[in-house]
């Protein structure tokens, strides 16, 4: 599985990073987590709220999320 925090570098996307690598950590999820933070490379996701969360090439999901949501994202 591969996991992207699409995010500019703000509170919010480095929360969302953190929450996202102690979910893959907890859940024990064979799962690479990367950051990214190119505007250009973001903007070929086709979003325009942030943080946006990609898993295996597809956005799952935009905004801020709890803990609870990122499993439930994650497990689906």
Known sequence: ??????GTGCAGCKALYTTVEQVVKELALDAVV?????LMKIMEYNVMTLPALVVDGKVVAKGKLSAKEVKDVLTK
């Open 1 to 6: 599985m591969e996991i992207k925090v699409l």
């Open 34 to 38: 990367t950051k990214e933070e190119d």
